[in-house]
T-cell receptor
Framework: RKEVEQDPGPFNVPEGATVAFNCTYSNSASQSFFWYRQDCRKEPKLLMSVYSSGNEDGRFTAQLNRASQYISLLIRDSKLSDSATYLCVVIPYSSASKIIFGSGTRLSIRP | SQTIHQWPATLVQPVGSPLSLECTVEGTSNPNLYWYRQAAGRGLQLLFYSVGIGQISSEVPQNLSASRPQDRQFILSSKKLLLSDSGFYLC????????????FGQGTRLTVV
């Protein structure tokens, strides 16, 4: 089983819609979680951290479910500029130096 | 503020030729350093990470090697490139001993022909 798994998509939704995707991880001792955004042919950039109690940044909400070992990202009122690939990141506590990326979920917002 | 530099941005190399990609970080000390590869349309594969000078952990057996000759310098090398080495190579850094996020360089797009 992969350490971090994501639905590759693509998710194709209309502008203004709400979209959510999950990321599952296999190491129950994982400590830190993040969502990154990657535009085509560019480097990934940090979108937001994921806190145990859940957190919100504008239209974006991230949540962590430790019992089921997944994190989620919700995007409300989606914009055309949200089209990108969203990567989840997990840092296992046992190896705090090792940063594992999911394979990414492609999101396409249509007008 | 911290910055990470990676070069070159694009590279076309013949099969069997050597490779050297360099990454340097400024504005921080003792960073964790990483090399990732991304094949077209795929996710990021962790190749190497380093927690200090001369300390390299390899994640997958491959045709590549990494070195960290200085605290803020990370080098990815190959003696003989294969076609399968083509991809988008990304260097990243994170703060050591803290479970924080990684910050990426702009990447090197390598095409082996």
């Amino acid at each position: 089983r992969k350490e971090v798994e994501q639905d590759p998509g693509p998710f194709n939704v209309p502008e203004g819609a709400t979209v959510a995707f999950n990321c599952t991880y296999s190491n129950s001792a994982s400590q830190s979680f993040f969502w990154y955004r990657q535009d085509c042919r560019k480097e990934p950039k940090l979108l937001m951290s994921v806190y145990s109690s859940g957190n919100e940044d504008g239209r974006f909400t991230a949540q962590l479910n430790r019992a089921s070992q997944y994190i989620s990202l919700l995007i409300r009122d989606s914009k055309l500029s949200d089209s990108a690939t969203y990567l989840c990141v997990v840092i296992p506590y046992s190896s705090a130096s090792k940063i594992i990326f999911g394979s990414g979920t492609r999101l396409s917002i249509r007008p | 503020s911290q910055t990470i530099h990676q070069w070159p941005a694009t590279l076309v190399q013949p099969v069997g030729s050597p490779l050297s990609l360099e990454c340097t970080v400024e504005g921080t000390s003792n960073p964790n350093l990483y090399w990732y590869r991304q094949a077209a349309g795929r996710g990021l594969q962790l190749l190497f990470y380093s927690v200090g000078i001369g300390q390299i952990s390899s994640e997958v057996p491959q045709n590549l090697s990494a070195s960290r000759p200085q605290d803020r310098q990370f080098i990815l090398s190959s003696k003989k490139l294969l076609l399968s080495d083509s991809g988008f190579y990304l260097c990243a850094w994170s703060v050591r001993q803290v479970n924080t996020e990684a910050f990426f360089g702009q990447g090197t797009r390598l095409t082996v022909v």
